[in-house]
């Protein structure tokens, strides 16, 4: 056949000739050959690719990673990239994941925030106490008596009795002294009640109701006095218990977002601590992802499993970062483990510095 006969079909998106019988992408911009109207599966499927990884090339990296601690960072750096997930792509996938299935489940009574209790305007510390002391009292004695054991001699029963008439007389007599202190400042206290009443009149009639009015501003400073106007337009109204579901809520919704900022303030402390290795910046950005990663699987395995074994799990990710980073950077052992003292010590405080960041950033903005 000559060349005049051979249908020749070009990339819809470069003009790239794909020959008689093109393939399914296009060699030079990788876009697929077929024009067919695009499935809804096929939507599903491009969201998924393209923020977590599923795909097969997952279970390969996931399984290198667990297994063979900074392999994966090593592999990456020898130039191997091409049959593993990308350090950024799997950082994702574990924290999509993670906090996905934390949002729906509901894991851990500690990082589990909610707003129902601002809504309500519950407090965060309730002391509650009984009206009736006597009651209180009576109901004590009583829990006691059923504790006892259910064969007790009469001396023993007498005893009690005897006590509890005692424990009712000197009840009676506090409250009565209070009844009577009570009524004796009653005066006082309407007038005091009055005039505090006055004075909160202008603000909300919750107790608890957030005052900015005591944040002092020096003339001129117009940041201040900004600030100062900023907090008043949005807290105006709101109780304490609501404002703090406010800044918990925005944690929450912010934690991801302050983890990720963490990855280069991590990367940067072990180049401090091997800066005689001489890698680059971006090579200890690696590592942070591959790290930070099978943290957010070690948290996600820790949350499900069981507490005795979610402990061992913890210990053994101890163990595993101390080796990884030893197969990595390499170097004296000891050194390296002086190295993975510094890091323990001072990746809380960068935690710590961001957390603090991100709750002014919240309560602010």
């Given at each position: 056949m000559s060349d005049s006969h051979i249908l020749k079909v070009t990339c819809r998106n470069c003009d790239q000739n794909l020959g008689e019988v093109p393939a399914n992408f296009c060699p030079v911009c990788g876009q697929d050959t077929l024009n067919h109207p695009p499935t809804f599966w096929e939507f599903v499927h491009e969201f998924i690719t393209h923020y977590v990884a599923l795909e097969g090339k997952l279970w390969k990296t996931l399984w290198l990673l667990f297994i063979k601690p900074a392999e994966l960072t090593r592999e990456y750096r020898?130039?191997?990239?091409?049959?593993?997930?990308?350090?950024?792509?799997?950082?994702?996938?574990?924290?999509?994941?993670?906090?996905?299935?934390?949002?729906?489940?509901?894991?851990?009574?500690?990082?589990?925030?909610?707003?129902?209790?601002?809504?309500?305007?519950?407090?965060?510390?309730?002391?509650?106490?009984?009206?009736?002391?006597?009651?209180?009292?009576?109901?004590?004695?009583?829990?006691?008596?059923q504790d006892s054991p259910a064969v007790g001699n009469k001396a023993a029963r007498h005893e009690e009795d005897a006590a509890d008439e005692n424990i009712d007389k000197m009840v009676k007599g506090i409250v009565a002294e209070a009844a009577e202190t009570?009524?004796?400042?009653?005066?006082?206290?309407?007038?005091?009640?009055?005039?505090?009443?006055?004075?909160?009149a202008a603000q909300s009639p919750n107790d608890d109701s957030i005052n900015v009015a005591d944040f002092k501003c020096a003339a001129g400073e117009k940041v201040c006095q900004w600030l100062k106007d900023h907090l008043q337009a949005?807290?105006?109204?709101?109780?304490?218990?609501q404002v703090l579901g406010m800044l918990r809520d925005g944690a929450m919704a912010?934690?991801?977002?302050?983890?990720?900022?963490?990855?280069?303030?991590?990367?940067l402390l072990t180049k401090i601590l091997y800066i005689n290795r001489g890698y680059y910046y971006g090579e200890h950005v690696v590592y942070a992802l591959h790290i930070h990663a099978f943290t957010f699987f070690v948290m996600l395995m820790s949350a499900l499993l069981p507490d005795w074994l979610a402990?061992?799990?913890?210990?053994?990710?101890?163990?595993?970062?101390?080796?990884?980073l030893q197969r990595f950077?390499?170097?004296?052992?000891?050194?390296?483990?002086?190295?993975?003292?510094?890091?323990?010590?001072?990746?809380?405080?960068?935690?710590?510095?961001?957390?603090?960041?991100?709750?002014?950033?919240?309560?602010?903005v």
């Open positions: 020898a130039g191997r990239k091409q049959r593993y997930i990308s350090p950024l792509r799997l950082y994702i996938t574990a924290s999509f994941l993670f906090f996905l299935v934390v949002k729906i489940a509901g894991l851990g009574s500690a990082i589990n925030f909610s707003a129902e209790d601002a809504k309500a305007d519950k407090p965060f510390i309730s002391l509650k106490v009984d009206d009736d002391p006597a009651a209180k009292s009576n109901s004590t004695a009583s829990k006691d008596k009570a009524k004796q400042g009653a005066a006082a206290g309407v007038q005091a009640g009055a005039k505090a009443a006055k004075e909160n949005k807290y105006k109204g709101k109780t304490q218990t912010n934690i991801p977002y302050a983890m990720f900022m963490l990855l280069p303030l991590f990367a402990v061992a799990v913890l210990v053994a990710a101890a163990i595993y970062y101390l080796v990884a950077f390499g170097g004296n052992r000891f050194l390296t483990f002086v190295r993975y003292s510094v890091i323990g010590i001072l990746y809380p405080v960068l935690l710590s510095f961001v957390a603090t960041f991100v709750l002014l950033f919240i309560a602010i």
